[in-house]
């Protein structure tokens, strides 16, 4: 299944962002949520924000696939390191920030990928500055294409960016990832077909009717062998030889539009 972020529609239901705020002080919730609903509107990104009172209210909703989660680290119950990590084994792509009056980021908070460490006793003062940034770097990761795959079955959101290929399996297809070989492949339900619909217009190809690459990745072409970046290599199957060498092509030129490749 695929998604394409960032598209306008009506009422900007599909370019705004969901921002989740999880603390368990009512009072820390209210300044956050008004820090970020004032900075969105001077910067005119429509937001939707959902305030939780604990880890466990925030993961009840997590279908609801927030944009930015707004975690307090010591909080009764689930604390945000827990929460932290419960939250990313099903949505990598969130921005993630924690929030703290006292606590010290431990090294492990860093496997969850943080994109900010903020002061509560800063919200004030100097909250503006990195909330901007946070918004920005939000609405920038709904301008890809997402895909909904199941990993050791849970729901992940899979930006198309992190993808080197996906290949066919008796069930579904499996996501091959860069750089993260220890979660390749993850398995998706979705036909091989059905995801290239919606991967075609953002340079992805078939080079075999068994796998379509993301040509982003593609090191070089010889013959009738395809090599990725990671070292990874593919043949090129004769009945997708033209229809391969043309879609890589055409993204060399789009790349390079200056120089001239023979493929």
Request: neutral net charge.
């Amino acid at each position: 299944m695929y998604r394409e972020k960032g598209k306008e529609r009506e009422n900007d239901v599909e370019t705004e962002l969901k921002v989740a705020v999880c603390d368990d002080s009512q009072a820390d919730r209210n300044i956050l949520s008004q820090l970020v609903k004032k900075t969105a509107d001077d910067m005119g990104i429509p937001v939707h924000i959902q305030e939780y009172s604990s880890g466990e209210n925030l993961m009840e909703d997590i279908l609801s696939e927030h944009d930015i989660l707004f975690l307090d680290i010591q909080m009764e119950g689930m604390d945000g390191q827990e929460t932290a990590f419960a939250f990313r084994s099903q949505n990598r792509n969130a921005v993630l920030v924690f929030v703290t009056g006292v606590a010290v980021p431990t090294p492990e908070m860093f496997k969850v990928y943080p994109y900010r460490y903020l002061l509560k006793q800063e919200l004030l003062s100097k909250g503006r500055e990195d909330m901007s940034a946070i918004l920005k770097k939000a609405a920038e990761r709904k301008k890809h294409v997402y895909l909904t795959a199941f990993y050791k079955g849970k729901m992940m959101q899979l930006d198309s960016d992190r993808i080197l290929y996906i290949s066919l399996k008796k069930r579904g297809c499996q996501i091959w990832l860069n750089q993260e070989k220890e979660e390749s492949p993850i398995n998706c339900n979705s036909r091989l077909a059905d995801i290239y619909a919606g991967l075609e217009m953002h340079n992805f190809a078939y080079a075999h009717n068994s796998y379509v690459v993301n040509l982003k990745y593609v090191a070089k072409v010889e013959g009738n062998l395809l090599v990725l970046m990671d070292g990874t290599a593919l043949t090129i199957s004769r009945s997708r030889k033209e229809e391969f060498h043309k879609a890589f092509t055409r993204y060399l030129g789009n790349k390079y539009p200056k120089k001239q490749y023979d493929v």
